[in-house]
């Protein structure tokens, strides 16, 4: 039997999990992009920081969305770090409510609800328009279908008489120190080897509510827990960018620094806890009433974790200036970080976690990079042009093709994560953005191919006898200046900023291409049938020309498809 029951235990763990994860996931798919307005315009200051990023992590459930979320408005220029950890503070508040349903859920007997709660999700699920509600309700039912298991599991395992389990426990110094250090420890590997405070949370509760798990052991499990879940973040974060990395230490520090302080404060602290809850800590085993003071744990357990986050944020919120100072002393920027030759994603990162619907924001500001990576590439091939000496050339060349490889990488991996994150379920809304941002990677890489494609046109003209004219130059360089002047205004608007945004301007400047390389190939044809130049020099001459007007409709395509997504925001 006690293998069905450990099959019972772990089987009601993934249950919790995954209910979490699902309510997660469909909040913030109905949540849209909504949150990330709520939080660019409400972190002001420190304490409306904070206070939005409760209010975004209490609405989401999930603390990783709203780190997530803030280190790429940090990344974007939108947040600065200060206003970056207040917000991280605030989540760590939030995060205090999946404590309290857990709690509410251990309770009593809330399985015998879960079952009206499924058949009205799959309702709503085959429904279409109330899909996600369908989905969130789906989430509730299956975690408290996995509270309400995991309650029964404790108590057909009967660990309140369990000889075995209580003399692990008893052996064990509740007055000691180092009992407290162990069982912080404890939860913080634990933590991180399930990847879920929330899994740890839950059997703490089930050992500390069924008497086994005296509460001090208790309650630095579940310091502990606030460790373990800093450390998961900052080993994911290692091959993220330093922004990322600085936020995911700053998260760490906040929460090293109140576990040392509660450390200090420990009984006394407790015992504030346990009198607003009015659970009696002094109440031993065998005494009256003891199994109905043990079943309060549950609750003492999340007001411990609610007050630890609040006094800790009430404390910390006003040293954030030094806390960024002694942050960004200990995370450095890796050296070379800002190589613009070597290939590097420098927003989206595999290591950090992301949550489906806000990595959006993350592709779209890796777009804009490449975008900008693109234009610089152009300017070489403008300086290739006119560039005489042989070993100068050489390396300038060499590099464009080494540019050229980065633009086929950049595009891949974009693609890729875009495609990662499109097998999740995601709303129609960013649906519609991650099909514009694959058309928007696609033309990206096409305007990269055409830039190599004129510095080779160039690289031939050099290996020939034959030269430009100087009204063969006159009339590139001025391509060239309407060229460079179209991929300013795709940056502009793949920037999102509104300052010198003219989306008429990209269309009239592709116009204005259009009609000069009309302009010149006719001119072409007479000049070369007046012997003013060779064919062959004159093939190549046109060959430019007609590879910058490819690129300018490339622009134009890009340009379309922002707008599309621009139109659909709005």
Not at 73 to 98: E, H, K, P
């Amino acid at each position: 039997m006690s293998i069905w029951i450990f099959f019972k235990l772990i089987g009601s763990l993934a249950l919790l999990m995954y209910g979490m994860k699902s309510m997660s996931e469909s909040l913030q798919k109905m949540a849209g992009s909504q949150l990330r307005h709520v939080l660019q315009a409400m972190t002001t200051n420190r304490i409306a920081g904070m206070l939005t990023g409760t209010f975004i992590t209490a609405s989401v459930q999930s603390s990783t969305a709203t780190t997530v979320m803030t280190v790429s408005f940090v990344n974007a220029g939108l947040l600065t770090l200060a206003q970056a950890i207040s917000v991280i503070m605030g989540a760590n508040i939030g995060t205090t409510l999946t404590a309290w349903i857990m709690s509410a859920g251990f309770s009593f007997n809330i399985t015998d609800f879960v079952y009206p709660a499924f058949f009205i999700a799959i309702i709503l699920i085959y429904s279409k328009k109330r899909k996600s509600f369908g989905d969130f309700l789906f989430g509730i039912a299956f975690m408290f279908l996995g509270l309400g298991t995991l309650r029964q599991t404790g108590i057909d395992m009967d660990l309140g008489g369990n000889e075995a389990v209580l003399g692990f426990f008893a052996s064990f110094d509740p007055d000691s120190f180092v009992t407290t250090i162990v069982f912080l420890l404890l939860g913080s590997v634990l933590t991180m080897c399930v990847q879920s405070s929330a899994a740890i949370m839950a059997i703490t509760m089930i050992l500390c509510s069924s008497g086994v798990l005296p509460i001090y052991q208790g309650i630095a499990l579940v310091m502990g827990e606030n460790i373990g879940t800093t450390v998961t973040s900052n080993l994911a974060a290692l091959t993220a960018n330093t922004q990322a990395r600085r936020a995911a230490f700053a998260h760490m520090f906040f929460n090293l620094f109140g576990v040392v302080w509660v450390l200090c404060v420990f009984r006394p602290f407790i015992h504030v806890v346990c009198s607003v809850v009015g659970y009696d800590d002094t109440m031993v085993k065998g005494e009256p009433g003891f199994m109905a003071n043990a079943a309060k744990l549950s609750f003492v357990l999340a007001a411990f974790h609610t007050m630890f986050n609040i006094t800790n944020t009430a404390i910390l919120i006003w040293f954030i200036p030094q806390i960024e100072k002694i942050v960004c002393r200990v995370i450095k920027p890796r050296r070379n970080a800002e190589d613009e030759d070597d290939f590097r994603l420098r927003f989206i990162s595999g290591g950090i976690m992301q949550t489906p619907e806000l990595s959006v924001l993350e592709a779209r500001k890796e777009i804009q990079s490449f975008a900008e990576r693109i234009q610089r590439m152009f300017s070489m091939v403008r300086e290739l042009l006119a560039t005489k000496d042989e070993s100068a050339f050489v390396k300038l060349f060499t590099r464009i093709e080494k540019y050229e490889g980065i633009s086929d990488n950049m595009e891949i991996e974009i693609a890729k994560y875009l495609d990662e994150v499109s097998d999740a379920h995601l709303s129609d809304e960013t649906k519609a953005k991650i099909r514009a941002m694959l058309r928007e990677i696609s033309e990206i890489e096409s305007i990269g191919d055409s830039c190599y494609n004129v510095a080779r046109t160039i690289n031939r003209k050099i290996k020939g006898k034959e030269d430009f004219t100087e009204k063969q130059y006159e009339h590139l360089h001025q391509m060239f200046e309407l060229t460079d002047d179209c991929l300013s205004q795709m940056n502009v608007m793949l920037s999102g900023r509104k300052d010198n945004l003219d989306v008429n301007r990209s269309f009239n400047i592709e116009n204005e291409i259009n009609n000069y390389r009309n302009q010149l190939k006719s001119q072409n044809i007479n000049d070369v049938n007046n012997h003013e130049y060779t064919y062959a020099i004159g093939t190549m001459y046109m060959d430019i020309i007609s590879e910058c007007e490819k690129l300018g409709d490339y622009v134009i395509n890009v340009v379309e498809a922002r707008m599309g997504t621009k139109q659909r925001e709005a």
